[in-house]
């Protein structure tokens, strides 16, 4: 990984969904990861998807607002990896 984080993701709520965009600029790849509410880890939910990524996965509690933190893996060519900046998100 680099080690600055590239300004990438953006990610909107739109009825109870969490819409992510980004600029894949010159990468070859990405990869969208995401970690809810108590998860240690983040776990990739989409790969070289075209933005943007609708994450409508149902809340694990549905009765209880949930956080998201989502971050993205761009590849490159080259065989180099940088992560994305972070984006924390609280589905009511």
């Avoid at 680099?2 to 739109?14: D, F, H, M, N, T």
């Avoid at 109870?16 to 776990?43: D, H, K, P, Q």
């Avoid at 509690?61 to 998100?89: F, K, Q």
């Amino acid at each position: 990984m680099g080690p600055e984080s590239a300004r990438i993701l953006k990610a909107v709520l739109c009825d109870g969904s969490v819409w992510l965009n980004y600029r894949l600029g010159i990468a070859e790849g990405i990869t969208l990861l995401c970690r809810r509410f108590m998860e240690a880890e983040f776990s990739a939910i989409a790969e070289d998807e075209p933005a943007p990524v609708i994450d409508a996965r149902p809340k694990l509690n549905p009765d209880r607002p949930e956080t998201r933190c989502y971050r993205a893996i761009l590849r490159y060519a080259n065989g180099a990896c940088v992560l994305s900046n972070e984006i924390v998100l609280t589905l009511p």
